[in-house]
T-cell receptor, first 110, second 115 residues
Framework: RKEVEQDPGPFNVPEGATVAFNCTYSNSASQSFFWYRQDCRKEPKLLMSVYSSGNEDGRFTAQLNRASQYISLLIRDSKLSDSATYLCVVPGTGRRALTFGSGTRLQVQP | DAGVIQSPRHEVTEMGQEVTLRCKPISGHDYLFWYRQTMMRGLELLIYFNNNVPIDDSGMPEDRFSAKMPNASFSTLKIQPSEPRDSAVYFC?????????????FGSGTRLTVV
């Protein structure tokens, strides 16, 4: 099983829609997780951290399900500017660095 | 802070040539990471440093790749000789810690094309 797996998409949704992405991970010892956003031909940027209880930031909600080993990102009231690739990120164990998923592409259409 | 600074932004080189990519991390970040991104393989960790010392280089593809960090404000990734399959975007990132409690900050990347 890969360390982190994501549905590559693309997810094509109309403006105003609610969309959710899931990401599964294999390392049950992982403690903190992240969602990064990457625009076309740009660098990845931190969108949200995901802790044990999940968290919310405006239209974005990230949740963690340890039992099933997945994290999710929910985007409400999608905007055109939300169009990007969303990368799920999990920490490694010990001295290992963060592992990035291959990303889920979101295209919000007018 | 200027963020993580990488150079060059774009590099086109011929197969067999030496390529050197450069990175300046954010001041005060003790960890520096080199990642490579391709459509097929996504974002892969190549190597990371802590206080200028290489900690995990298990992602370095082969002997043609080498990385150094002579001081806290500068790192290089060198490919010699380069091959077409090395074509990718190479990102440098820095952080205060390896789990990235506050996330990693990435540079703008170097888009390498080997022809």
């Amino acid at each position: 099983r890969k360390e982190v797996e994501q549905d590559p998409g693309p997810f094509n949704v109309p403006e105003g829609a609610t969309v959710a992405f899931n990401c599964t991970y294999s390392n049950s010892a992982s403690q903190s997780f992240f969602w990064y956003r990457q625009d076309c031909r740009k660098e990845p940027k931190l969108l949200m951290s995901v802790y044990s209880s999940g968290n919310e930031d405006g239209r974005f909600t990230a949740q963690l399900n340890r039992a099933s080993q997945y994290i999710s990102l929910l985007i409400r009231d999608s905007k055109l500017s939300d169009s990007a690739t969303y990368l799920c990120v999990v920490p490694g164990t010990g001295r290992r660095a963060l592992t990035f998923g291959s990303g889920t592409r979101l295209q919000v259409q007018p | 802070d200027a963020g993580v600074i990488q150079s060059p932004r774009h590099e086109v080189t011929e197969m067999g040539q030496e390529v050197t990519l450069r990175c300046k991390p954010i001041s005060g970040h003790d960890y520096l990471f080199w990642y490579r991104q391709t459509m097929m393989r996504g974002l892969e960790l190549l190597i990371y440093f802590n206080n200028n010392v290489p900690i995990d280089d298990s992602g370095m593809p082969e002997d043609r790749f080498s990385a150094k960090m002579p001081n806290a404000s500068f790192s290089t990734l060198k490919i010699q000789p380069s091959e077409p399959r090395d074509s990718a975007v190479y990102f440098c990132a820095s952080s205060r810690d390896v789990p990235g409690s506050y996330g990693y900050t990435f540079g703008s990347g170097t888009r390498l094309t080997v022809v």
